[in-house]
């Protein structure tokens, strides 16, 4: 089950990021700065898990941790909805 749960949070993740590639092909252990995202767009990211996910990203919850690359960012998803209780 939870391999299904993260797969499609990785699905979801892609989408998003997806949109603002133009043909550049997005492998989940690819680093998104590789492919032109900045620090600005992390703010932009983090939003949208936010939203999409209905979680609080605090600052905290952040440090030590590397969001990026789709991989690393649905673990640290699913970690954080096992925190959550969810």
């Known amino acids: 089950m939870q391999s299904t749960n993260l797969a499609k949070t990785k699905s979801q993740i892609r989408d998003y990021l997806s ?7 997005l492998d989940d ?3 998104l700065s590789s492919l032109g995202f900045t620090s ?4 932009q990211l983090i939003l949208f898990l936010e939203r999409e996910f209905e979680i609080e990203i605090e600052t905290e919850d952040l440090e ?3 969001l990026n690359t789709v ?9 954080k909805k096992q925190l959550n209780g969810v």
Do not use: P, T
């Open 64 to 66: 030590g941790k590397s």
């Open 40 to 43: 600005m767009f992390s703010m």
């Open 71 to 79: 991989n690393s960012i649905a673990e640290f998803l699913e970690e």
């Open 29 to 31: 252990d690819r680093v």
């Open 19 to 25: 949109q603002f590639l133009e043909g550049q092909e």
